[in-house]
């Protein structure tokens, strides 16, 4: 047997709650399993006595039935667990217990303490409000691409975004460092193009090229957009952690991030397992550092359901501490005839990402630009049309 | 419209083959669907002609019915899509379409070209028997715990591991800075006393603390567990990206890493969605450079199947082309009861990992070590039991 164990803990805890699929066994089966998985991974009888038992353990702090199928099982964890690190923080909400089919986190609640561990966005919603001069309206976004385009087109294409009054032109996430449009041949030609314009246009539309890169390639990368003018920086947590997000946040660089959801999906597809997208996207990548985040809306090509939107849209911009509101930007597959219900039923707060649907509105991207503008104009004049 | 590009492709492509939910609607649906996410995520009719649209958008090179839901599909990519970067294959194969509720990934043909982008394990199976001093044997592994020991108790729990005769002890996945056992004292005592029980054993037992960090410390870590004897280190790239371990890999440390699990379920939980666990674990993971890969096995407390497992084992130590092959790694609730088992089919290209079961097995725990080799042995002998 380990002997007791006296830890010098704060009695500080944060919660998760669990939404378990029970099948008809004992619930209790399941919530004993995620209180001790996420934790002591140790077999219950053998944890030692003293405050290894008594604190590091996950506890059970509630249990709802929620219908003959799932339960809602809260569990508590002691702060110091964490290690006040974001890469231990996800491992203790959802690393092992993810390979547990019927699993989901479906609520966050991070205590004050470890909030103060986290600066999440630099900027945020009102940051980056700031940076744009545009108080209260829906931001306008859209994206460059399709990739195989060389580097002169897409600066082309930012170009004609940037004068047709876009507020954020983003690299398409899967532009990085190809042949056809290396990284360090695009980004400067794009952030020239969007200055250009924005010397035309007295706007201040901001260049967010795509630095999702290899691990020691990302921060050159971030500094180079930085140097030559760029306005932000998308990066895809999914498939670089979102650890590494929160490094681009934390950097003296001082660029506004956007967060993009490649390869989360998984997380969010099935509603039975993974994280709700409120807590992901709301939560997660806020403490993260994403002063706005990408999701896909619902109706579109993908999982997303409408309630899974709100939730985002409402998380993202709810009180969290000192934690700043992140900006939700809502895209896959909008199109101008899309964008009026998106600004009517999310508000002001959001970000608008027509992709494709920009091309698709007629051969001239400067006034289909102008066309987006006025269907947000048009949806704030009827908020209720 | 978009002008037609010329590229200067290579003509070499790789292909993935996606399980796709259809559920009686057309199959071309989902498949073109795949193919236009995946690359260009542009309106398909819109894609500028010329080399974009017949050599940069996923080709469609078979569609198989499976049953009637499902179709595989194969589809095709250019390797100069992926920038020869890790990130943003993982992009290519699964960034979007991870976000479409019924689209797996159960096949991953990797062209040779773009093999030699990666290095892969460095030492893989060989080099880590060669380290080992163990020639053909299934390797013994354990883990350190429960979170909330001091470092000097799991210091000597470490000690008592390799006096028993364990090949690799590893951090417990959850063991990061804590302030009840710090990187930074912990790694020094427990390598040091793996040191100690190697002279009286004249065994070569592995320590392999956990660098699963933050951005800015991870490599840090990595350079201090080098220093102080460390014999490897233990990541989780679902936690900090898949590229994150490739870069340990690649680094002069020269020591061998270890792959954990911990928040890749949501990827394999659920078999009509996310990557096919022999893709996941013995594809990708190999590719980022594991030497061993961990994963649970299927009648633990996860959601492995026995075709999983076989899956994972089989192309850990497939060829693939200059690759090395790494060591799969069963654990997740192993007991001494079913050492043999795991032995018996797995073959002895196996490392094994006892955690909690190793405490239960009694109070002595220098003895249940040898109780431990004990069972690989008999299984060795008897392998048609």
Redesign the interface.
């Known amino acids: 047997?380990?002997?007791s164990?006296k830890?010098?803990l704060s009695g500080e805890r944060f919660t998760v709650v669990y939404r378990a699929r029970y099948d008809g066994t004992d619930p209790w089966e399941v919530a004993r399993?995620i209180a001790v998985?996420?934790?002591?991974?140790?077999?219950a009888d053998?944890?030692?006595e003293g405050?290894?038992r008594d604190h590091?353990v996950g506890r059970i702090e509630a249990m709802e039935v929620v219908d003959e199928r799932h339960v809602d099982v809260t569990v508590s964890y002691a702060v110091?667990?964490t290690?006040f690190?974001?890469?231990?923080l996800?491992?203790?909400v959802?690393?092992?217990?993810?390979?547990?089919?019927g699993v989901r986190v479906v609520r966050l609640d991070v205590s004050e303490r470890l909030l103060t561990a986290f600066r999440g966005p630099r900027f945020g919603r009102d940051g980056l409000r700031d940076l744009l001069g545009v108080p209260d309206r829906p931001l306008l976004c859209t994206a460059i691409?399709?990739?195989?385009?060389?580097s002169r087109?897409l600066a082309d294409l930012a170009y004609r975004f940037a004068l047709g009054g876009i507020d954020i032109v983003k690299d398409?996430?899967?532009l990085?460092?190809?042949?056809?449009a290396p990284f360090a041949e695009r980004v400067p030609r794009c952030a020239e193009a969007v200055a250009r314009a924005n010397r035309e246009t007295g706007r201040r539309c901001l260049y967010v090229p795509n630095v999702?890169?290899?691990?020691?390639?990302m921060l050159e990368r971030a500094q180079l957009a930085k140097a030559v003018g760029a306005g932000g920086l998308l990066v895809?947590p999914?498939?670089?952690?979102f650890?590494?997000m929160?490094?681009l946040a934390d950097d003296a660089l001082g660029l506004p991030v956007m967060s993009h959801?490649?390869?989360?999906?998984?997380?969010?597809?099935?509603p039975e397992?993974?994280?709700a997208p409120a807590v992901l996207f709301g939560q997660i990548a806020r403490l993260a550092g994403a002063d706005a985040v990408v999701f896909?809306n619902h109706g579109g090509?993908?999982?997303?359901r409408r309630e899974d939107c709100d939730g985002i849209v409402r998380q993202a911009l709810a009180p969290m501490g000192p934690i700043k509101p992140s900006l939700p930007t809502a895209g896959?597959g909008m199109t101008l005839e899309t964008v009026g219900e998106v600004c009517r039923s999310y508000g002001p707060d959001i970000v608008v990402l027509v992709?494709?649907?920009l091309?698709?509105a007629g051969?001239d991207l400067v006034e289909s630009c102008r066309a987006f503008h006025r269907c947000v104009s048009e949806a704030l004049a009827s908020p209720s049309a």
Request: without cysteine.
């Open positions: 047997m380990l002997p164990v830890l010098d399993h998985e996420q934790t002591v991974e140790f077999p053998l944890v030692p405050d290894i590091v110091e667990i290690s690190e974001l890469p231990q996800l491992n203790v959802y690393g092992n217990i993810s390979m547990r089919a691409k399709p990739m195989g385009l060389s087109e398409d996430h899967g990085t460092d190809q042949p056809f999702t890169a290899p691990f020691e390639k895809a999914g498939i670089i952690g650890d590494a929160r490094r959801p490649a390869f989360l999906g998984s997380l969010i597809a099935l397992h993974g994280i896909a090509r993908f999982a997303f896959g992709g494709g649907g091309h698709q051969p």
